[in-house]
């Protein structure tokens, strides 16, 4: 890793900066997008209020950095699917509470997910939201089920099923003759209760044990998770869930 202190005057450098519910990560990619950098700062960043987020981001040298692309990805619970040829941005909120428990009070955010014609709306507490456009007032904040979308799973013809593995919740993304079939969300308790919602996916859409392709996305920690998963399924993998960066344009 690169002497942070060498970075100030080169602005071919990205920054990627991941938030979720015990803190956030910081991700600096060179000109290749090759990882310089990280790091990860432990915080109950959804419970803390503007100034104390704004704080905590300000205290890190990241931050002061003038980089070529900065891109915010945040990992949050309430959120919906909708296709882009239905959707009406003055209708966020009503789409959003429709489909979940929305917090009336929380801002609602769209991202435009064009490789699949579809628009991810979703709510994010508003302390995070004002802190982090004060500090990146011209950066768009991203859904990590949008991250995924757009940068990880690409148009394809096999049949696959991508897992996002996070502390209790499984959001699960199944790729069907090149479209998206299903975009859902889990909470599990035990290897047992994640092993039984993906199989159980399997078994609802017909999928084949023998060659549909199934990708867990997180670290290596859920190595458990993977093996049970390969008593049943023969392809299986596990990704590490460091962002790639997602093009500016």
């Known amino acids: ?36 950098s990280t790091k990860s700062i432990d915080a109950p960043i959804f419970k803390l209020n503007e100034n104390e987020i704004k704080s905590l981001l300000n ?3 990241e931050t002061q950095l003038v980089f070529k692309f900065t891109q915010v990805i945040c990992e949050l619970d309430k959120y919906t699917i909708v296709p882009l040829a239905l959707f009406v941005p003055e209708e966020c909120k009503d789409y959003l509470q429709f489909h979940t428990e929305s917090t009336l009070n929380e801002p609602v955010i769209f991202n435009k997910i064009y490789a699949f014609d579809l628009v991810n709306i979703f709510s994010i ?4 939201q004002i802190a982090v456009s004060d500090i990146f007032p011209t950066i768009s904040v991203n859904h990590h089920l949008s991250f995924l979308l757009t940068d990880q799973i690409k148009a394809q013809s096999i049949n696959s099923v991508y897992i996002f593995v996070r502390s209790k919740i499984m959001d699960v993304v ?3 003759s ?36 199934v990708f867990l996305i997180g670290s290596t920690k859920n190595s458990e998770l993977l093996k049970q998963l390969q008593k049943y399924l023969k392809n299986c993998e596990l990704i590490n869930q460091i962002p790639k960066m997602i093009s500016s344009n």
């Open 1 to 36: 890793m690169e002497n942070l202190s060498d970075l100030k005057h080169n602005n071919q450098y990205s920054l990627s900066i991941r938030f979720n519910s015990d803190g956030f990560s910081l991700y600096i990619y060179d000109e290749n997008d090759f990882l310089i």
């Open 59 to 61: 205290n890190e040298i």
């Open 125 to 128: 507490p508003k302390s995070l």
């Open 174 to 176: 199944v790729i069907q």
């Open 178 to 213: 090149g479209d998206v079939k299903l975009i859902n969300s889990f909470e599990y308790r035990s290897t047992e209760d994640f092993t039984y919602y993906t199989l159980n996916i399997f078994d609802q859409l017909s999928l084949d044990t023998e060659n549909c392709q």
